[in-house]
């Protein structure tokens, strides 16, 4: 069994496919979730230790006035000192350091420090040049993990499209589920086994991973596309990252427009919102 390949894919069917699918929709997510305290916490923690190497100067300064900030360091309000110093050289710098419930009176003289010839990275001895510590890189996990999905969702999408594209169509046989030992919030993967062959009559195993077994379940054989001059390179239709219908002429059929809005309704929302924030304020 099988039909004419180089189909032509809809672009409302190309874009469920890239952002449709639980990796895609959960990855996009949760970056999105992540990037909000990655700038928050992440380009607002203390890297000090990058280029405070090799010879510290200190010098006297003045504390000039010191405020409480809007955020909190283990439940302590984080207060922002300003200072002025001038350099051995007797050149005049001014500047910020952070320290959790600590200020100082405008007035007193401070201990300042910077790396040799780089006073532009001052900082109060015993305080820290940005709101957090460096602990407060650890929020960067979350749109690390967001981004993985986004990836190995990715992957899977490109690896349809070519099948979809250039993969001969024909149908696999069940021949076995097995549960596996991985949950995905609370429900059970398996891993499921298609034997199928291809024009000549070679058979080929295809695997496929998925939390809806009963998608894969309700014929009889059920429909797969594989590449003729590679054949273990294959998928199963029903296990695309979005829904796909292939008419009996072998024709893609347009995805319903609403059905590509709502796939793209997270990707856009994390791409305009943050890119938004980025231009307000790095560069505007």
């Not at 900030?69 to 350091?97: Q, R």
């Not at 532009?120 to 510590?133: E, L, N």
């Not at 009963?214 to 273990?232: D, F, G, M």
């Amino acid at each position: 069994m099988g039909v004419a390949t180089h189909r032509n894919i809809p672009v409302s069917t190309r874009c469920r496919i890239l952002f449709g699918g639980f990796k895609n929709q959960f990855g996009w997510a949760f970056f999105g979730f992540g990037m909000i305290f990655f700038w928050g916490f992440a380009m607002n923690s203390d890297l000090s230790f990058l280029y405070y190497t090799g010879e510290i100067i200190r010098v006297e300064g003045i504390a000039t006035h010191s405020f409480e900030i809007d955020a909190t360091e283990g439940n302590v309000t984080v207060i922002e000192n300003h200072y002025k110093f001038k350099t051995e050289d007797g050149l005049e710098f001014e500047g910020i350091s952070y320290a959790t419930g600590r200020s100082i009176q405008a007035g007193n003289t401070i201990t300042i420090e910077y790396p040799e010839g780089k006073p532009q990275y001052s900082r109060i001895k015993g305080m820290r040049r940005q709101i957090f510590g460096a602990v407060a890189l650890w929020v960067v996990l979350f749109s690390f993990v967001g981004l993985v999905f986004i990836l190995l969702g990715l992957k899977r999408s490109i690896r349809a499209l070519r099948l979809l594209k250039y993969g001969k169509l024909t149908k696999g046989k069940l021949i076995s589920k097995v549960r596996t030992n991985t949950r995905v919030n609370g429900r059970i993967v398996y891993k499921l086994t298609f034997r199928f062959k291809d024009e000549i009559g070679h058979e080929f195993e295809l695997r496929e991973k998925t939390l809806t077994p009963h998608l894969l379940q309700n014929e009889s054989e059920e429909r797969l596309l594989y590449l003729r001059r590679k054949p273990a390179y294959a998928i199963m239709l029903d296990s695309l990252p979005s829904s796909v219908s292939i008419n009996a002429d072998g024709k893609i059929e347009s995805s319903p427009f609403i059905r590509m809005i709502f796939v793209l309704f997270i990707p856009l929302l994390t791409l305009v919102g943050h890119g938004y924030y980025v231009v307000s304020t790095y560069v505007l």
